[in-house]
């Protein structure tokens, strides 16, 4: 369904992008008219919303644990979300998730993310 990709090992202070598409077309008109969302899950730690955006590109939300580093974005030609990784620390070092949610709204809610891509695994070497 969804497909997130980018993930790999980087140095601290190093950047990253993540993409995440979806893998068939009645899932790309998911991406377009729904809010998405980056998640992450460390090993041992409960899964955690990184970013939000809403369905136009024009709202969006960062954790405060990621605020000024990590940037969400969309193409809404290509039904594409981004997640622009800067700044990297190893406490970022997770398996990072992206999930669109029900509405078209930016939200923070957990309960209304529902479809899931796989992950991909991002490592920040000190």
């Known amino acids: 369904q969804l497909q997130a990709c980018g993930g790999g090992l980087v140095q601290a202070g190093g950047s990253l992008r993540l993409s995440c598409a979806a893998s068939?077309?009645?899932?790309?008109?998911?991406?377009?008219?729904?809010?998405m969302g980056w998640f992450r899950q460390a090993p041992g730690k409960e899964r955690e919303l990184v970013a939000a955006?809403?369905?136009?590109?024009?709202?969006?939300y960062s954790a405060d644990s990621v605020k000024g580093r990590f940037t969400i974005s969309r193409d809404r030609v290509t039904n594409t979300v981004y997640l622009q990784m800067n700044n990297l620390k190893p406490e970022d070092t997770a398996v990072y998730y992206c999930a669109s949610a029900s509405g078209s709204a930016a939200t923070t809610d957990r309960s209304r993310f529902r479809s899931w891509g796989q992950g991909t695994l991002v490592t920040v070497s000190s």
């Open positions: 955006i809403n369905w136009s590109g024009t709202d969006t």
């Open positions: 068939e077309a009645k899932f790309r008109r998911t991406i377009s008219n729904n809010g």
